[in-house]
């Protein structure tokens, strides 16, 4: 009597895990290939300051990992940071910097949206895509 119950349950477990992976993988691949575009560029024009493991460097260059950057900035505010670049005083982790970043004007929107999905994943905690079409709105509605 109690056999069959479980046996049922168990069925109808992996019926969904694997209607759920089937589902998510298209989507997942997606979004890890940005991930992986992302964290290529970001060794190319991000590393030199914010170091490999996003720690920054002393009282020159802000930490992108274990940051209230996510609570601060959304991830518009980011591509136009990442466009553009920025000399503002800022306030990172209650720690004050006031510093020179220079702007990626070559990087494209794809670019720009890969980097942030990495830093998402990454250090943001949150695996979510920044889908290129959020990027292109994002850098043309820049301050
Ligand atoms: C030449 C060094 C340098 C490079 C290269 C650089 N940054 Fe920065 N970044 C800075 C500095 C300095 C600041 C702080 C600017 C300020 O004081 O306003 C900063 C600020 C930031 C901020 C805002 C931090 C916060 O907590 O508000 C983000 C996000 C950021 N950088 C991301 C990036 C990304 C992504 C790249 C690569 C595409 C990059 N940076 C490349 C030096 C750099």
Redesign the pocket.
């Known amino acids: 009597m109690k056999q069959i119950p479980s046996f049922l349950g168990l069925m109808a477990i992996l019926a969904v895990c694997i209607a759920q992976t089937s589902c998510q993988s298209k989507e997942e691949i997606f979004r890890q290939q940005y991930v992986v575009e992302g964290m290529m560029q970001?060794e190319k024009?991000?590393e030199?300051?914010?170091q490999k493991d996003g720690s920054g460097l002393k009282d020159?260059?802000?930490p992108?990992a274990k940051?209230d950057?996510w609570k601060?900035?959304n991830a518009n505010q980011?591509a136009c940071?990442?466009k553009n670049g920025?000399?503002?005083?800022?306030l990172?982790n209650q720690k004050p910097?006031?510093?020179?970043?220079?702007g990626?004007a070559k990087l494209e929107a794809l670019d720009v949206a890969e980097?942030i999905t990495y830093?998402r994943d990454k250090w943001g905690n949150d695996p979510r895509i920044f889908p290129l079409d959020s990027a292109r709105l994002a850098l043309k509605n820049c301050p």
Do not use: D, F, G, S
């Open positions: 970001y024009h991000c030199n300051c914010h020159l260059y802000p992108l940051t950057l601060r900035l980011i940071i990442i920025q000399k503002e005083a800022i990172v910097y006031q510093n020179y970043m220079p990626n980097i830093l």
